[in-house]
């Protein structure tokens, strides 16, 4: 028990700790966030922001860097899914929504990585360490004499919520100022322990009670970030919606952990996302991407009366009308061409001794609901004493 206690105490420390060791003796202010890479101007330019759940503390390899930053990050993984032309990883373990403007040891502030040229920006995770979930998962596991969750009263984690939407929203509005060309998606945090826990695992340190209002502060934030976003107008991206994420806690076999519980198997950090889990995320953020990127159809319109005339008349110049005589004046014979689909039945008649009429008329173009009309009158044609003579109209019939 004493073993587990140890190993969440250093879980809350270690990422903030490899920041600060990674800070020249000499330098005043850090230096400028450097791509991970840059093919060149123009294409696709992602910027990632976020704590360590987006870095990877013990994911191996690690950059060189500083910042827990594993080269198989989710943020890796989108940029290679992507094939983005620039990719700058500024994403720190331990960082709050105040490293968005200050520096972290020798990370500059996260949003000085962005340029008017950035294309998108994946924001988050965030806001973690102002609530302070890591320091929260080993208070429950501290012992099993005590428990977190509190009692009755005001809530203790209140004012540390409120500061971090306040931080998040001023992060995102900056974002949207400083890299007003790009796609911003704020990613949630996910599902890293099932409703009950898994007590027996963690050596009973931790009741059900516990694993529930641990994951309960998980999803608070979450939906915190979710409303940031919503808020922004920008896409949200929720891990806890990732297929099959609930078979992938704390409390799952080694092999399947896309979280790591009380061992971190040499991949991964304890109560932080395993190598497999970063996929998980990374295949997640690119389906939804995508999703974003699909630009709907545009919706059928039922077209004006105006727009109906128009288009009949259009059609009605195409026809070609004639009529004639056969049998001595007594056989009317009309021959219709063009039209477009205009014409629907030739109509004849005698409309004077020895002289005969014909008229082609449309199909009814009536809107579904009201009144059908006959059709419409797009050529007519007419013979007398069997000399042919055609004119064309263009007579509306209206609905």
Request: aromatic share 6%; with cysteine; hydrophobic share 40%.
């Amino acid at each position: 028990m004493r073993r587990l206690a140890r190993l969440l105490t250093a879980l809350a420390t270690v990422p903030l700790a490899t920041a600060v060791l990674a800070v020249p003796a000499h330098a005043d202010e850090p230096p400028a966030h450097v791509p991970v890479w840059d093919k060149g101007p123009g294409g696709e330019r992602y910027v990632a922001f976020g704590d360590s759940f987006v870095s990877g503390p013990g994911i191996t390899p690690q950059r060189a860097v500083g910042c827990s930053r594993s080269e198989r990050n989710f943020a890796t993984l989108v940029a290679e899914g992507l094939d983005v032309t620039s990719y700058v990883d500024a994403s720190c373990g331990g960082a709050t929504t105040r490293h968005f403007t200050e520096s972290q040891g020798s990370n500059a502030p996260q949003l000085d990585a962005l340029s008017a040229d950035t294309t998108l920006v994946t924001f988050g995770t965030m806001g973690g360490n102002d609530i302070g979930l890591v320091q929260l998962g080993r208070a429950c596991a501290a012992s099993a004499e005590t428990s977190c969750v509190p009692g009755a009263g005001p809530d203790p984690l209140a004012a540390r919520f409120e500061a971090a939407r306040k931080g998040l929203v001023s992060g995102l509005a900056a974002t949207k100022e400083r890299a007003p060309k790009a796609e911003v998606f704020v990613v949630g945090y996910g599902t890293y322990v099932p409703p009950g826990g898994c007590p027996g695992t963690f050596l009973g340190l931790v009741d059900p009670a516990e694993f529930d209002y641990l994951q309960g502060q998980i999803d608070r934030l979450s939906d915190l970030l979710q409303q940031v976003a919503r808020d922004a107008g920008v896409a949200f991206v929720d891990q806890r919606r990732i297929p099959g994420a609930i078979d992938h806690t704390v409390c799952a076999w080694p092999d399947q952990q896309w979280i790591r519980g009380i061992n971190d198997f040499g991949d991964g950090s304890l109560l932080h996302p395993s190598s497999a889990g970063m996929k998980a995320t990374a295949d997640y953020l690119l389906a939804r991407i995508a999703e974003e990127r699909v630009t709907p159809a545009p919706a059928p319109t039922t077209p004006t009366k105006k727009q109906r005339l128009a288009a009949l008349k259009a059609k009605a110049k195409t026809v070609r009308a004639g009529v004639t005589c056969q049998q001595r004046g007594r056989t009317v014979r009309a021959r219709v061409t063009g039209g477009r689909g205009a014409v629907a039945r030739v109509e004849c008649g005698r409309w004077a001794p020895g002289a005969w009429a014909w008229t082609a008329r449309s199909p009814s173009s009536s809107p579904p609901g009201r009144r059908r009309s006959a059709g419409s009158t797009v050529a007519n044609a007419s013979s007398s004493r069997c000399s042919t003579r055609v004119t064309r109209t263009c007579a509306w019939c209206a609905p």
